[in-house]
């Protein structure tokens, strides 16, 4: 069974300009949540999807920031227009939406360079 | 707001020797606590969680973590240590609105460098 996807692994881009981070969850699994890691800092939440649907999205740092899950597959973050603090390394975790816990399934994350 | 606190930033031992690395989390309500690991160039995998029952929970690879309420700690162990066990460790916490669907809380991360 393939793990959770992102794409792309590295991205650099200059101040100003968009870029978007897509993240392929584990087959069948209705949740998909954003993570963002700023070096030397903790992995922070930025959104929980169910299915399409955003089920919070109270990490995200600005409206800067756009994700999308459309017909609940993959789902991708754009980040426009991209700023230096938001450099860091963004991480998407898949689980499936059973009854009790659902361990979540971590991607390898995309490193976003802005400079 | 819950935190995480993880008290080690580098830890370097040397093979066979033990380890503890600490977790403080603040939060009052249930909580389900959790250590993950990342290898280098790998991603991030579950070492072991805590819902409830018995605090002393075993993980993969020997590890264990010890859930103290009244210290509101979820330390983690590993009596003899390995050139393997190279990585980062992160503890975390799901407290959120969804429970066991909610998003995850995390520590700054300990990263363990362990000397052949």
């Known amino acids: 069974e393939a793990g959770v996807t992102q794409f792309p692994s590295h991205s650099v881009i200059e101040k100003g300009q968009t870029v978007t981070l897509r993240c392929d969850p584990i087959?069948?699994?209705?949740?998909l949540y954003w993570y963002r890691r700023v070096m030397g800092k903790e992995i922070k939440f930025l959104l929980h999807?169910?299915?399409?649907?955003?089920?919070?999205e109270s990490g995200m740092p600005n409206n800067r920031f756009l994700a999308e899950r459309t017909g609940g597959t993959y789902s991708t973050l754009k980040v426009q227009p991209a700023e230096l603090e938001d450099s860091g390394v963004y991480f998407c975790a898949s689980s499936p939406q059973t009854k009790g816990y659902n361990e979540q399934f971590f991607g390898p994350g995309t490193r976003l360079t802005v400079l | 707001a819950q935190s995480v606190s993880q008290h080690n930033h580098h830890v370097i031992l040397s093979e066979a020797a033990s380890l503890e690395l600490g977790c403080n989390y603040s939060?009052?309500?249930?909580?389900?606590l959790f250590w993950y690991v990342q290898y280098p160039g790998q991603h991030l995998q579950l070492l072991l969680k805590y819902f409830s029952g018995d605090p002393l929970v075993k993980g993969i690879k020997g590890f264990e973590a010890e859930f103290i309420k009244s210290k509101f700690s979820f330390n983690l162990r590993k009596p003899s240590v390995q050139w393997s066990d190279t990585a980062e460790y992160f503890c975390?916490?799901?407290?959120?609105?969804?429970?066991?669907?909610?998003?995850?809380?995390f520590g700054k991360g300990t990263k363990l460098s362990v000397k052949p």
């Open positions: 975390a916490v799901n407290a959120g609105y969804g429970g066991s669907q909610g998003n995850l809380i």
């Open positions: 087959s069948g699994h209705d949740n």
């Open positions: 939060y009052g309500g249930t909580v389900n």
């Open positions: 999807f169910v299915k399409e649907s955003k089920q919070d």
